[in-house]
């Protein structure tokens, strides 16, 4: 399964920017999919999920802010950030919940993103 991740980069207080990943290769489906960022102390904080039918969760900080949306049929995973703060500067990491053909499920993880927001 190879995982490809794009968008990111700098902006400013106030600004957007996107997000997006996708998976391909011997995959029967995708479960869950979702968006973590690295904070202090190294830990990486939950950013926002999405169910394979489409229920999403997001951390109170990011709500009303950032929008997670997914699509079945490329099996790609978008982030739309939007009144970015200087707070949400991170590395986003992508993660899916991958069945491949076989049945086998495997956790797949994107390389990190850097987002760097400044006023």
């Known amino acids: 399964v190879q995982l490809q991740a794009s968008g990111g980069g700098s902006v400013q207080t106030g600004g957007s920017l996107m997000l997006s990943c996708e998976v391909s290769?011997?995959?029967?489906?995708?479960?869950?999919m979702g968006w973590y960022r690295q904070v202090p102390g190294n830990r990486s904080q939950l950013v926002a999920i999405?169910?394979?039918?489409?229920?999403?969760t997001y951390a109170d900080s990011v709500k009303g802010r950032f929008t997670v949306s997914r699509d079945n049929v490329r099996n790609a995973l978008y982030l739309q950030m939007s009144s970015l703060r200087a707070e949400d500067t991170s590395v986003y990491y992508c993660?899916?919940?991958?069945?491949?053909?076989?049945?086998?499920?495997?956790?797949?993880w994107g390389r990190g993103t850097e987002v760097t927001v400044s006023s």
């Open positions: 993660h899916f919940q991958v069945v491949v053909v076989g049945g086998e499920i495997i956790d797949k």
């Open positions: 290769g011997n995959i029967e489906r995708v479960n869950g």
């Open positions: 999405i169910s394979n039918r489409g229920q999403r």
